[in-house]
């Protein structure tokens, strides 16, 4: 069985590109930041929207078809 990031679709492994899939679909990021509130301003601009979660005072986290980005306040 091959060890990373990929695993069989179908069959036994047999060494093929043919047969292997991404098992991991996103890439995440997470960040502690001092300002919650002006952190979310700023990465929403970076970003280009708004945040797909909020937890006021705690939390926020962004989805995109590549990356899940959360930040925390410490």
Known sequence: MPVGLFAPTRGPYTGGPQF???I???F???LAVA???A??????ARLGQP???VVPGQY???RTDL???SINEK
């Open 28 to 30: 995440h990021i997470a």
């Open 60 to 62: 926020a986290m962004w």
């Open 67 to 69: 990356l899940n980005f």
């Open 24 to 26: 991991m679909k996103r």
């Open 20 to 22: 292997m899939e991404p």
């Open 35 to 37: 300002d919650l509130e």
């Open 51 to 53: 945040p797909s979660a």
């Open 39 to 44: 952190s979310i301003s700023d990465y929403s």
